[in-house]
């Protein structure tokens, strides 16, 4: 007695994609950051939008500090490519986190260049408080960086080395470099 024999083709199962617990909690973070200033940025063009509006120049030193970000990540990204020199590696960390020190001073100086021409936070124009806010916010993330940025160098200096910390931390950076830049442009665009 013949019996039909049914075959099923059972597929091997799919390897899971996984990511570091770590890793995946900082890009939460990006994308919990990312959302925060669009909100911003979005709460900005409906308001300018409604007209009363104040139109001013940014001050060079924004400029000028755009470029001191974008040199931060070039050190950070060689540094990164460094690694397993740990001496040229601590180095380049230094030369981010001082880039980064000198941008939140560049920041700095630019804000106090608009409270002098008479621009301030609590200004008779909502366009002043929302220009005030952008760097603020962006600056607390700088700062967060550079805490990062020690932790980094204070682990390479121990002579261990950890990848997925130093890759959190070149790409927490270069983020926070691409923000700045977006938002430079944006602010230039739609002062």
């Not at 910390?165 to 270069?174: D, F, L, S």
Request: with cysteine; aromatic share 18%; proline share 3%.
């Amino acid at each position: 007695m013949n019996e039909a024999v049914d075959f099923k083709i059972v597929e091997a199962p799919a390897k899971p994609i996984s990511m570091n617990p770590k890793k995946f909690g900082m890009w939460l973070f990006i994308a919990s950051v990312t959302m925060l200033f669009m909100a911003l940025m979005s709460a900005y063009i409906v308001r300018r939008a409604e007209g009363n509006w104040v139109f001013y120049e940014l001050p060079n030193i924004f400029g000028y500090s755009t470029i001191l970000v974008i040199l931060s990540s070039v050190c950070l990204q060689l540094a990164y490519f460094y690694r397993v020199n740990v001496t040229r590696a601590n180095n380049l960390i230094v030369a981010t986190f001082l880039l980064g020190i000198v941008f939140l001073a560049m920041q700095s100086l630019g804000m106090y260049q608009l409270l002098k021409e008479g621009h301030h936070f609590t200004g008779g124009n909502v366009s002043e408080s929302f220009f005030f806010i952008f760097p603020w916010l962006h600056g607390l993330h700088i700062i967060g960086g550079l805490v990062y940025l020690i932790i980094v160098f204070i682990t390479l200096r121990k002579g261990s080395f950890n990848k997925v910390q130093m890759e959190m931390c070149t790409t927490y950076w270069h983020f926070l470099g691409l923000l700045w830049l977006y938002l430079f442009v944006f602010l230039t665009l739609l002062r």
